[in-house]
C-alpha cells in the first residue's frame, strides 16, 4: 500500500526539522503511541495500540531514521508485530519545503505492508485504516509544531 500528501506547517524548516527528530514530539503524534524510546542514534523502540476494524492490537517495535538530509529530508521506517494480529512494517520519505520564512510544506510518500490476521480485513478497510492514521499523524504533528513555533 502507498500513499502520498502534503501538510503545510506554520514554522520554519530548522523548527520543522527538529520536531521531525524529536522523540517527545512523534510520541505525541503517532496515534495510540505508548512508548517512544531512543536505543541509538537515529534509533528508536516503540509500543503503538491501534485498532482496525474488529482487530485491536498492541505492536511493539523498532523506528529507524535513514537517508538524513538536515534540514531537508529523511526516510522513517518502521517495523512492529501484533502477536496474533500479525505484523506491520513500513515507512515513509519525509521531504520539507520552505515557503518563505514561517513556513514550511511537509511532504511525505508512505509505503507499507502487512501480514497475519490483519491481512486477512481486507485491502479496503486496510488502506482506509492506513489513510486516517497517516492523516492524524500529520494534522497532529502540523497543530504541535505550530504551537511552538508560535510560543517561541
Known amino acids: 500500500m502507498q500513499m502520498n500528501d502534503s501538510q503545510r506547517i506554520p514554522a520554519s524548516r530548522e523548527q ?8 517527545a514530539v512523534l510520541k505525541q503524534c503517532i496515534p495510540g503511541c505508548q512508548s517512544l524510546d531512543v536505543t541509538a542514534p ?7 495500540v491501534f485498532k482496525v476494524g474488529p482487530v485491536k492490537a498492541t ?3 523498532k523506528v529507524t531514521l535513514s537517508d538524513l538530509d538536515p534540514p531537508n529530508a529523511y526516510r522513517i521506517s518502521g517495523e512492529g508485530s ?22 514550511t510544506v511537509l511532504h511525505y510518500d508512505v509505503d507499507a505492508q502487512i501480514g497475519g490476521k490483519l491481512a486477512q480485513l481486507g485491502a ?19 497543530d504541535v509544531v505550530s504551537a511552538k513555533a508560535e510560543a517561541g
Open 16 to 23: 520543522v526539522w527538529a520536531a521531525l527528530n524529536d522523540p
Open 124 to 142: 479496503r478497510l486496510i488502506n482506509s485504516t492506513a489513510t486516517k492514521l497517516a492523516g492524524e499523524f500529520f494534522k497532529s504533528f502540523a
Open 82 to 103: 501484533g502477536g496474533v494480529a500479525g505484523f506491520a512494517k513500513g515507512g515513509a520519505l519525509v521531504r520539507l519545503e520552505s515557503q518563505g520564512a514561517d513556513v
Open 59 to 61: 505492536f511493539s517495535g
Open 42 to 48: 537515529n534509533e528508536m523502540t516503540a509500543t503503538v
